[in-house]
C-alpha cells in the first residue's frame, strides 16, 4: 500500500529528513538510494532501516496579504506626495537651466529619477495587492511610515523649489544693483562732463583777459545778429498787416495816424509805415541799460564799464541759446518777461486790439490779449527775443553801441542812410521817415533803413 501512495506522488513529493541541513555528502547519496528502494522495491520484499519522510506543502510567501498592503487612502496620498515631489524637482531641474547652475541641475535631475522610481514601485504595489482596503477592525497599517516619509519628501522638494527661486531672485537683485552701479558711473561721469562744460561757459562768458573779449566782439558780428533781428521784424509786420487787412481795415489810414502827410510813390508803400511804426516801438529805449523795464535808478555813469560788458556778454550768450516761450511761461517776472509786457501794450495799443481782436477781448492776464491762442503771441515773441539779443549784445561792447534814427525833412545822405525801396534816388531827395533805425558801432557807421518822399504823390 506505501508502495502505490509513493508511485502516484512520485513526482510532487518533496522530501525533508529529520537530520541537519549540513550533512556530509555521503549520507546524502544514501537518503537518495534509501528513497528510491522505497519507491520501486521488489515484491514481498521486507524493507528495513527505513526513514521518516514528512511531506509539506509550498510554504505560503504572503498568508496574510492584507496585512502588509496599504490601503486604497494611503495609497493615493503617497501617489499625490511623490507627484508634487516630482514636480517640484522637474521645476528646480528647469530652474538651473537659467542661469546655468551644474551643480543645482545634477541634484534635481538625480531628485526628479528617484521619484519617478518611487512612483514605479507605488505601481507595482497596487498591482500586487489586488484587495488594498483592510478590515477597519485590523491592527494599524505599516505603511503609515511610508506616507509620513512621503509627506517630508515633498516637503523637502517644496524648500529646494523655494530656495530655487530665492537663488535666481537674488541673481536678478544682483543684476539689478550692478545695472544701478552702472547707472550710477555714468550719471558721475555726466556731472563731471558738466562741470567742465559749465567751466568752459563761464570762461567764454567772463573771459578774464580784455584781448578775448574784443576778439568776440567785432563789427561783423553786431551787424549780423542785426540783419536777423530786421528779417524777423518784417516778418511780425506782414503778419500784422494781413491781419488788419482780415479785419476790415483801411492800411493808408492806419499809415497816416503813424506819419501823416507823407506822399508814397506808390499806395502799396503805406505799409512801410506798419514796418516804421514795429520797429521803432521795439527799439525805442535801446540807449537804456534796462531797455523797457522798470528804471532801477541806476545811471550809466553809475555801472562799472568791466562789469557791465561781462553781464551784458553773459546775457548774450544765455539768451540765444535759450527758449523764449519757455523763458516766459517758466518765470513771467523775469527781465525778458517785462520787456515783451511793456513792449506789447506799446504797440498794439486798446484801441488797435480792439479792432484787431473785438471788443470781447480784454486784459485778464499779465500778457494782456498776447496769449498763445493769439496769432501775434508766436510771431511777437520771436521778435521780441531778437531784438533783446541784440540789445544784449550791442552793451557789451566798449564804447557802447549808439543807435540813431533821422526826421523828417532830413536831406539824404549816402553815408548814413540806405533807401529802404532800392530804387535810383533822384537829387535833394527828402527823408519820409525812419524805417529801421542806424548803429554806431566804435567808429563804424550801420546805416539806417529811410522811406524817401515822393516829390509827386501818384494817385
Not at 514636480?87 to 545634477?106: E, F, G, K, M, N
Not at 491781419?243 to 483801411?250: F, I, P, Q, S, V
Not at 510771431?379 to 541784440?390: K, N, Q
Request: hydrophobic share 40%; net charge negative; proline share 6%.
Amino acid at each position: 500500500m506505501l508502495q502505490k501512495f509513493a508511485l502516484a506522488f512520485k513526482t510532487k513529493t518533496i522530501e525533508f529528513f529529520a537530520e541537519e541541513e549540513e550533512e556530509e555528502d555521503d549520507d546524502d547519496v544514501a537518503s537518495i538510494r534509501a528513497v528510491q528502494d522505497l519507491l520501486d522495491p521488489t515484491p514481498e520484499a521486507i524493507i528495513t532501516d527505513q526513514r521518516v519522510v514528512v511531506l509539506k506543502p509550498d510554504p505560503n510567501p504572503n498568508p496574510n496579504p492584507s496585512a502588509s498592503a496599504p490601503d486604497a487612502g494611503t495609497l493615493i496620498s503617497a501617489v499625490f506626495a511623490t507627484l508634487s515631489s516630482f514636480h517640484a524637482a522637474y521645476l528646480r531641474l528647469q530652474t538651473a537651466h537659467s542661469p546655468l547652475l551644474p551643480d543645482d541641475l545634477r541634484s534635481a535631475d538625480a531628485d526628479a529619477v528617484s521619484h519617478l522610481r518611487r512612483l514605479s514601485d507605488l505601481r507595482r504595489l497596487r498591482l500586487l495587492s489586488p484587495n488594498p482596503n483592510p478590515n477597519p477592525n485590523s491592527a494599524p497599517d505599516p505603511t503609515l511610515s511610508a506616507h509620513l516619509e512621503a509627506q517630508v519628501r515633498e516637503n523637502q522638494s517644496l524648500l529646494r523649489t523655494f530656495d530655487a527661486v530665492i537663488n535666481r531672485l537674488q541673481a536678478d537683485i544682483d543684476r539689478k544693483d550692478g545695472e544701478a552701479a552702472e547707472l550710477r558711473r555714468r550719471l558721475h561721469d555726466a556731472d563731471a562732463a558738466n562741470a567742465k562744460l559749465a567751466a568752459r561757459l563761464d570762461r567764454a562768458c567772463a573771459p578774464p583777459p580784455e584781448e578775448n573779449v574784443e576778439a568776440l566782439l567785432s563789427v561783423g558780428v553786431f551787424d549780423s545778429v542785426l540783419r536777423d533781428a530786421c528779417r524777423i521784424t518784417h516778418r511780425f509786420a506782414k503778419v500784422l498787416v494781413d491781419l488788419m487787412k482780415a479785419n476790415g481795415m483801411d492800411l493808408s489810414l492806419a499809415a497816416d495816424s503813424i506819419h501823416s502827410g507823407v506822399n508814397y510813390a506808390k499806395p502799396r508803400h503805406c505799409r512801410y509805415a506798419i514796418l516804421s511804426c514795429v520797429c521803432l516801438g521795439m527799439f525805442g529805449g535801446f540807449d537804456s541799460y534796462n531797455f523797457g523795464c522798470e528804471e532801477s535808478g541806476i545811471g550809466f555813469d553809475d555801472i562799472d564799464a568791466k562789469h557791465r560788458r561781462i553781464d551784458s556778454l553773459r546775457q548774450f550768450i544765455e539768451h540765444s541759446s535759450a527758449d523764449p516761450f519757455e523763458l516766459i511761461s517758466d518765470d513771467p517776472s523775469n527781465d525778458f518777461s517785462k520787456f515783451c509786457k511793456r513792449k506789447y501794450q506799446q504797440l498794439i495799443h486798446p484801441g488797435m486790439e480792439s479792432a484787431l481782436f473785438g471788443t470781447s477781448e480784454c486784459r485778464e492776464s499779465l500778457w494782456g490779449a498776447l496769449r498763445p491762442s493769439n496769432p501775434l503771441y508766436e510771431s511777437f515773441v520771436i521778435m521780441a527775443s531778437s531784438i533783446w539779443t541784440l540789445h544784449r549784445l550791442a552793451w557789451a561792447y566798449d564804447p557802447v553801441v549808439e543807435i540813431f534814427q533821422v526826421g523828417r525833412g532830413t536831406e539824404f545822405s549816402m553815408v548814413y542812410m540806405e533807401n529802404i525801396v532800392r530804387k535810383a534816388i533822384p537829387a535833394n531827395s527828402k527823408v519820409g521817415f525812419t524805417v529801421v533805425p542806424g548803429f554806431r558801432v566804435g567808429g563804424t557807421v550801420i546805416q539806417c533803413k529811410v522811406y524817401l518822399e515822393s516829390v509827386k504823390k501818384e494817385v
